[in-house]
């Protein structure tokens, strides 16, 4: 097995990590080449983006309701 065949699982669980840490150059490498081959994983980390963008928005709106000067 080459590292760099992921089973979904494994992709999943580097989409996940990726939003704690900054993955290491071969899981990115791994990750990506799982994302060319796979639909599934391709959409997951379609949705992560977005779920990304609106927790972003909501902390912006936080940040900006809280201030007070
Ligand atoms: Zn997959």
Known sequence: MTPLRLSCKKATALLVA???RRL???????LGVHLRLCDAC????????????????????RE???RED
Do not use: F, I, K
């Not at 391709?42 to 963008?53: E, K, N, P, S, Y």
């Open 18 to 20: 990726r939003e704690d």
């Open 24 to 30: 290491a150059l071969l899981e990115r490498l791994a």
């Open 42 to 61: 391709t959409r997951m980390d379609g949705q992560m983006r977005v779920m990304q963008r609106g927790l972003a928005q909501w902390r912006n709106y």
């Open 64 to 66: 900006d309701e809280s």
